[in-house]
């Protein structure tokens, strides 16, 4: 009994040194300018909701809904593009069968270590050919050809863990591929893809790089564009205040996901890693 | 994230995803539909760009005009004359090399810990793992700025000890340090794959090595780090890569510069300087030629020493 109590202070102790930039975070949100940045605690003796005040009054040109709609923007076709294509082309891998098969799979394993670098000027050369510098096309569009072979790998790890047998009684019964797929893998393999989603979400919303190389004017920045705006203003501690309680915002709907499918992150990243 | 073929192939004997009898009569032309996408993905977005810029690296582009013929002079530059180059090279090393190994011994200590019935295991877990999460994004490393600035949160803090560090932002030895601080802090990830890794070790080894008198620590050493190397393998191999790619924090803390003194100047930031500042994209191409070249070297040489060191279920290889 004593050593449980012991192991839980334990944790929570650790755990509280970990958590402490984003309390830390949070708690300078709500105070007033001045005592922001050099204070150590997370209380203050006025707490003030100034700050999310002079961030969401609008006053500002773009208003700060526009880069919550633009991040929604990016993040969702994202989704939808990996949840798509990643799931057919495992759905290939897992369990059609064609001659390039083998060679196909051990490529895309590959893939998966590719820095992006190594394709990021090409790409940024096809799309400025293609009119699409400065808009979503360049951040969307690669997920609707399955690019994030990491989720391709991960639904195929999950296709086949479940039984064939399932597989085979509907081809007998007749079916093709691609009602099989449509009938019987598709509402099995919900779980992969809640994962993918989620991840392809956080990691979308998170990215930096990608927006910062293809997206330039004010109206289409994305959140972590319009933080970085704030880098410049820093000196400055007037700005200290706005600045966190965006960065609070644009935390939330990454905490939100976190805490509805946390058990799905936890699953997927653990299988991805162990089972094979 | 990734994986890899071996690590993750070899535990389990080929797969045989699709039952080895005769054809069920299907076309082989579905699988090729299915796959369309992806396909597409990989001719126009990956093979034809990687063999365009191996191509640009060996040229003068600078986007708007056609590309010229320099042979090997980008990559002779680089080696000779570029200070930014080596200064960037060896930022990078740096980080690897700190942030790597201390971040998954966190991960490792961490997951003993929570190793433990308990009912509130799941939690602390996600708990833990949160900062994996949000450690990537621009928000964190604001905070990690305005807390590591001069007369921050973190200068207060070491002054109660009678540290004066006069902000970290500022020096050139300390700038990287709290980027190392905030690589190793993100450690969640690798440390759900440990967790993962330690449940799948089975208790009759524990017992048997506490009847043979083992004590905690050589139970430690002599049953869960073997049983566990594979999955120590699994992390280092993704980490490493990952470490090598780092920006966001840099960017974000040096404002774009990499400074001070170049001292935050990572690999990736000093690429987007050169293609994205200054337009000097077959400069650019070529380092991203040398950055895939030197995560391969990296990564083959964890692969070799993984013989020595890295475990399979019975066999003692």
Redesign the interface.
Known sequence: MIR?AI??V??LA??GV??Y??L??VA?SFKPNAS?????GLWADSLTLGNYASVLDGATDPPVWRYFLNSTIVAGGAVIGNV??CS??A?????????L?TP?F????A?????Q??????????F?QLGMVDSFWPLVL?K????DA?F??LMVQFI?QLP?ELD?AA?IDGC???RI?AHITLPLVKPAMITTAI?TF??T??D??TQ??YLSSPDRLT??LA??G???L?ESAAS?GP??A???L??VP??LF?AAF??F??QG???????? | MSARPSTLERERPAPPAVPSRTSYGERPGVAYLFLSPWVAGVVLLTVGPMLASLYLSFTDYDLFTAPSWVGFENYARMFTTDVHFLNAVWATVKYVLLSVPVQLLAALAVALLLDRASRLQGLYRSAFYAPSLLGASVAVALVWRAMFSADGAADRFLSFFGVRTGGWVTDPDLALLMLVLLGIWQFGAPMVIFLAGLKQIPAELYDAASVDGAGWWRRFWSVTVPMLSPVIFFNLVLDTIRAFQVFNAAFIVSNGTGGPGDSTLFYTLYLWQKGFVDFDMGYASAMAWVLLLGIALVTTLIFRSARSWVHYGGGDR
């Open positions: 449980r192991w839980h334990v944790v650790v755990l970990m958590l930039p984003i830390w975070l300078s922001i940045a050099s204070s150590v798509v294509t057919l082309a759905y290939a891998f897992a369990r059609l069968r064609f001659r098969r196909l051990a490529f895309m394993l893939t998966i270590m590719l820095p670098h190594v394709v990021l000027i090409p790409q940024y050369t096809i400025q690669p609707f050809l399955a690019t990491f391709v790998f086949r064939a085979e081809r093709g591929p691609i797929f991840f956080i990691w919303w998170n930096f790089f910062l190389i959140l972590p933080l970085r704030y880098v410049d820093q200290f600045m966190f965006l960065s609070v644009s935390l990454i905490l976190f946390q058990r992150l936890v990243l653990a299988t991805s890693g162990l089972k094979g």
